[in-house]
């Protein structure tokens, strides 16, 4: 016989039963596992009885073509019983087992002591036996049946990873079991006998994945699969390759490089492991990560909604306090002390503060839940310039600083606007430079850019802002620390309210400012209209 079929063979043998001994050490009182070990080890004994058919000196001695055919037809029945235990035992199914034994009993019986199968000759050849299309008979009903319990697994399980170990076993035999029944069994019938050794080698296929999907050993990642084959068929080879080596020195070195690789092999098949079980873990958090979001959003949601509801609530009241204020202000309710005067001006002031406050929210949630509704009309932006200047006057009165509008007043300003939220950003920003300046001068200034864009700049000499402060400025509740420890009231919202809205009539807004104490400019330009 070929050495190097020999040694291929061995090395089969060897595998078989070391897969075989790892999955009875498992535990015995698992049906399956005892299965699993049958068929391993019959798939070694196939694979020992092929040597010694072709083998020179134990040719004649023992009738090895027996033990060929009857670990074919034991594999077989193996395999169907596997079938019916893994990964769940099917209910009412020993009767198929039973009478599946009872065959196989029988075949080997015939197979031993009778011609009716097989019948041994000399040179490597056997006789097929009258009986034998029978044999081979069996052993395919009893591989189909395996496939059949193994597709009613399937339907039963309903757990992913089971149904992957199941399809491994599925796929793993029915290559493993094609390829042996050609050379072992079809080619045989037509007195094609070289190719016998095939069998053992191609049944390699149907342990591994079994053994694969017992052990659940990261089979389901076929980067980590292909790692192994392809090492494990690596290591053999070199095995093989040992088992060839002629002189001291070649089985030496043979060693070595086989060491070297298996421990590499190794390693690498553990880094690839562990980059899997990464890469998974990963995904898992991402995806707890995705549910966690979607989460928030849905609270952010909610909040908005109160928000929204709440601040509209506080709006009725707070119209009332301001206009009943106002009517006592203006003595449509009989003459005040000066004292009274005060307190109820006070009032209408932080009723109106609070006022611009709950608009600020309302805003908010109204930007956050998209509900912000524009009405666009042509309007000249120097007139709401100065509607704006002239509902802030007596605010800037009371305060230190001086206040100039710049503007060439033969020039029309058209822009298409949302009249009342651009008087609300613009008083805004005005009101800010008012507020952050305490003592100083404000300049608002419109100005025309190419005939095309409108420029508004509102400048001041007040507090200034910080370079890091910029870039959040027009975020929400930014407030710098300038302005909190200045103690001058405010929300943070003013701004990113103003962005929000200005961004939606396709303008910019933005700020300059040298440094804290070195005053600031507002910028907010927009599309001219006709
Ligand atoms: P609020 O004024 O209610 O705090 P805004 O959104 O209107 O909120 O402004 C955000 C922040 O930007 C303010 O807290 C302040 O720190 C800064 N800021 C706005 N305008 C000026 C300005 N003219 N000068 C200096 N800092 C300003």
Redesign the pocket.
């Known amino acids: 016989m070929d050495t190097f079929i020999f040694s291929i063979l061995s090395v089969v043998a060897v595998t078989n039963i070391i897969l075989g001994g790892i999955i009875f050490s498992r535990g015995l009182k698992v049906f399956s596992n005892i299965l699993f070990g049958l068929i391993a080890l019959t798939a070694a004994i196939w694979s020992i009885a092929i040597v010694g058919f072709y083998s020179e000196q134990f040719g004649g001695a023992i009738n090895w073509v027996l033990f060929t055919h009857t670990a074919a037809i034991l594999i077989s029945s193996f395999f169907l019983a596997f079938s019916v235990n893994f990964p769940q035992k099917l209910p009412n199914r020993n009767y198929i087992i039973s009478i599946s034994a009872i065959v196989t009993f029988l075949l080997v019986f015939f197979i031993f002591f009778s011609d009716y199968i097989v019948g041994n000759t000399e040179n490597n050849t056997y006789f097929i036996g009258i009986a034998y299309s029978v044999y081979a008979f069996f052993i395919s009903i009893f591989f189909i049946s395996g496939f059949l319990f193994l597709w009613e697994q399937l339907k039963l399980s309903n757990d992913s990873n089971q149904k992957k170990q199941i399809k491994y076993i599925f796929v793993g035999t029915l290559i493993s079991s094609v390829l042996a029944i050609i050379p072992d069994l079809i080619l045989p019938y037509f007195n094609i006998f070289q190719f016998t050794w095939l069998g053992p080698i191609f049944t390699l296929i149907m342990v591994v994945s079994l053994f694969l999907a017992m052990l659940k050993y990261r089979l389901f990642n076929i980067k980590v699969v292909l790692t192994e084959v392809i090492s494990v068929l690596i290591v053999m080879a070199l095995l093989v390759e040992l088992l060839l080596a002629q002189t001291p020195t070649e089985i030496l070195l043979k060693s070595v490089v086989l060491a070297i690789v298996t421990v590499f092999s190794f390693l690498l098949i553990k880094s690839v492991i562990k980059e899997v079980a990464q890469r998974e873990n990963i995904e898992k958090l991402a995806i707890e990560l995705q549910k966690a979001n979607d989460r928030l959003k849905d609270l952010d949601k909610q909040k908005s909604e109160f928000v929204s509801f709440a601040t509209h609530q506080l709006r009725a009241p707070l119209t009332a306090m301001k206009g009943y204020a106002s009517l006592i202000l203006e003595g449509d309710l009989g003459n005040i002390s000066e004292e009274i005067r005060n307190a109820i001006s006070r009032i209408f002031n932080s009723s109106e503060t609070l006022t611009h406050i709950v608009d600020?929210y309302l805003n908010i949630s109204r930007i956050e839940l998209g509900t912000m509704k524009y009405t666009f009309e042509n309007l000249d932006l120097r007139e709401l310039v100065d509607d704006v200047i002239a509902e802030l006057k007596p605010n800037i009165e009371k305060s230190e600083t001086k206040l100039s509008f710049i503007v060439d007043r033969q020039k029309k300003f058209l822009v298409r606007a949302d009249k009342d939220k651009f008087k609300q950003i613009i008083a805004?920003?005005i009101?800010?430079?008012v507020?952050?300046?305490k003592a100083g001068i404000v300049t608002v200034k419109l100005d025309k850019i190419d005939n095309i864009k409108i420029l508004l700049s509102?400048k001041?000499n007040?507090?200034?802002?910080a370079p890091e402060?910029m870039p959040r400025?027009?975020a929400k509740f930014?407030?710098?620390?300038?302005?909190?420890k200045k103690n001058?009231?405010?929300?943070?919202?003013?701004?990113?309210?103003?962005k929000e809205i200005v961004n939606a009539h396709r303008g910019r807004i933005w700020?300059e400012?040298e440094g804290e104490g070195k005053?600031?400019i507002?910028f907010v330009e927009l599309e001219g209209g006709e």
């Open positions: 600020d805004n920003i009101d800010n430079s507020k952050y300046t509102i001041d007040g507090i200034g802002i402060i400025l027009f930014s407030r710098a620390d300038n302005a909190n001058i009231h405010g929300t943070g919202l003013g701004l990113f309210v103003a700020a400012s005053g600031s507002f």
